[in-house]
């Protein structure tokens, strides 16, 4: 019974030596070798396999919170636009007078009989006429130039400048500019006449110049501008002023129907006061505009039978309300 007990004892003892290496070799093998559990090989298709001793398969990703968007910054209010400064206030007195015409101050001026003078390219300066003077040539000038009684325009391409005289006529004249000559009346006469009972007027600028101060007999008809037939007649920044109404007194400014007629006639920016009626019109293509009227017109001031005009930026002188011309 030793014997056999000793040798049952002999082979437990080799069967747990075998087992031990069986299981050692496994070891070796599931540490060092791509088997999964149990020292299988993983399937290349499962992606969730991980050989044996390298950790367990990742989770899915954590979701990141999301990035918040930044907001689009404020736009701020564009800057309040200023008001623009209201239009600088019109001068609404004469706009021609005693600091803006006639002989230039200093200017010495020599004694002229006056007279016709038919020189072509006569230029007349710093002459004193005690009578009357008329002009008949072609391209003729004056300046600084007095003439006591009736200035003359009967030639063409004339220019009168910085002068004064009695009255003023132009008949059958072409091509006539009168600028900064003072008006300062003659008796029984308009301040000026406009006529074509010569021949045709055509092409007259009268700029800057100032009428004033009538002179009127008993058969007087007193116009500060009478224009009796003319092509072309500008009348811009003048002053007619005939002060208070008396008899006599007809219109500042008359736009006569007589010799032809008149066409094409511009009166701007001028200051217009005085007569029966300030202004009568008649004649076609006429237009008034940025005139301004003072108060001296004894029934109004725009004689009611005149034709339409074209009329606008027309103001009271006073107040610079709008003058109605209708």
Known sequence: ???????????????????????????????????????????????????????TPPGPKASLPPTATPAEPATPDPPATPEAPPPPRRNLGPVAGPDTTGVTPGRSLSPHGGGELSDDGLVLEGVHVTGDLVLTGHGQRLRDVRVEGKLSLRGTDIVVEDSE?????????????????????????????????????????????????????????????????????????????????IDRFNAAVFLEDANGGNDDVLVEDNWINGGGFAVYVFGTNVRLVDNRFGPDAR????????????????????????????
């Open 1 to 55: 019974m030793r014997v056999t007990d000793r040798g049952v004892a002999l082979a437990a003892v080799a069967l747990a030596v075998a087992l031990a290496a069986t299981v050692g070799v496994g070891l070796l093998l599931g540490r060092g070798g791509d088997g999964g559990p149990g020292g299988a090989a993983c399937d290349p298709a499962d992606l969730t396999c991980v050989p044996a001793g390298r950790g």
């Open 165 to 245: 005289v009695g009255s003023l006529s132009v008949s059958g004249g072409t091509g006539i500019t009168v600028r900064r000559v003072e008006v300062f009346g003659l008796a029984g006469e308009d301040g000026i006449h406009v006529s074509s009972s010569r021949r045709r007027v055509q092409d007259v600028l009268i700029e800057g110049c100032w009428i004033h101060s009538p002179q009127v007999l008993p058969g007087s008809h007193y116009d500060g501008i009478q224009v009796r037939g003319v092509d072309r007649l500008t009348l811009r920044g003048n002053t007619f002023d005939l002060g208070p109404w």
């Open 299 to 326: 029934w109004g001031l725009l004689y009611p039978d005149s034709v339409p005009f074209t009329a606008s930026g027309n103001v009271w002188a006073d107040d610079g309300s709008p003058a109605d011309l209708d």
